[in-house]
């Protein structure tokens, strides 16, 4: 059974930093494009970042280019997502989605999140 | 960055009527097209991928069709647990961008 739990949220001052993390299980981690999106509270999904299988390929989007960073570990099957400089309009349900298929984005499994909250 | 519009925005339908919904994108995508359900309060699930192709366990009343920048997405016959809000994503390339979302509720 494909799981993917996310951990790492947290109320964090502007500015701050969090380091978010999905720990996969149930499938070949390593064969598998990842994502997150997240989801501010009341409002629509909006893609944030994805990285292909090995790593090697990264995009953001452009709201937070710059100050965050995807990354994974094959060895742990685990995905990361560093958020540096955080905002306000940061705040959200952050999810790590599993590509549907191998070498394909688009988020066939998702985790139930973790909430960020961007607050003075 | 290709922009990705939905409508209607929300639609309320009657049990057994048929639903469709309308996502445009700004510029060309092919068939990259994901489709998206969200019911309230859950995780999303992928209901449809390449436009047209029912992901695994989905049941048939949900369809897809389109192709380059108007897309549309069939329930042919709504049912009480279709209540949920549908988005749209493209995966031509990155920015892999969502719709902003139909909320489709029951008369």
């Known amino acids: 059974e494909v799981q993917l739990l996310e951990s790492g949220g947290g109320l964090v001052q502007p500015g701050g930093s969090l380091r978010l993390s999905c720990a996969a299980s149930?499938?070949?981690?390593?064969?598998?494009?990842m994502n997150w999106v997240r989801q501010a509270p009341g409002k629509g999904l909006e893609w944030v970042s994805a990285?292909?299988?090995?790593?090697?390929?990264?995009y953001y989007a452009d709201s937070v280019k710059g100050r965050f960073t995807i990354s994974r570990d094959n060895s742990k099957n685990t995905l990361y997502l560093q958020m540096n400089s955080l905002r306000a309009e940061d705040t959200a349900v952050y999810y790590c989605?599993?590509?549907?298929?191998?070498?394909?984005?688009?988020?066939?499994?998702w985790g139930q999140g973790t909430l960020v909250t961007v607050s003075s | 960055d290709i922009q990705m519009t939905q409508s209607p925005s929300s639609l309320s339908a009657s049990v057994g009527d048929r639903v469709t919904i309308t996502c445009r994108a700004s510029?060309?995508?092919?068939?990259?097209l994901a489709w998206y359900q969200q019911k309230p309060g859950k995780v999303p699930k992928l209901l449809l991928y390449?436009?047209?192709t029912l992901q695994s366990g989905v049941p048939s009343r949900f369809s897809g069709s389109g192709s380059g920048t108007d897309f549309t997405l069939t329930i042919s016959s709504l049912q009480p647990e279709d209540v949920a809000t549908y988005y749209c994503?493209?995966?031509?390339?990155?920015?892999?961008?969502f719709g902003p979302g139909t909320n489709v509720d029951i008369k």
């Open positions: 989605a599993k590509g549907y298929d191998i070498g394909w984005y688009p988020g066939g499994y």
């Open positions: 149930g499938f070949t981690f390593s064969s598998y494009a």
């Open positions: 990285l292909s299988d090995s790593g090697g390929s990264t």
């Open positions: 510029k060309g995508i092919r068939n990259y």
């Open positions: 390449a436009a047209s």
């Open positions: 994503q493209k995966y031509n390339n990155a920015p892999f961008t």
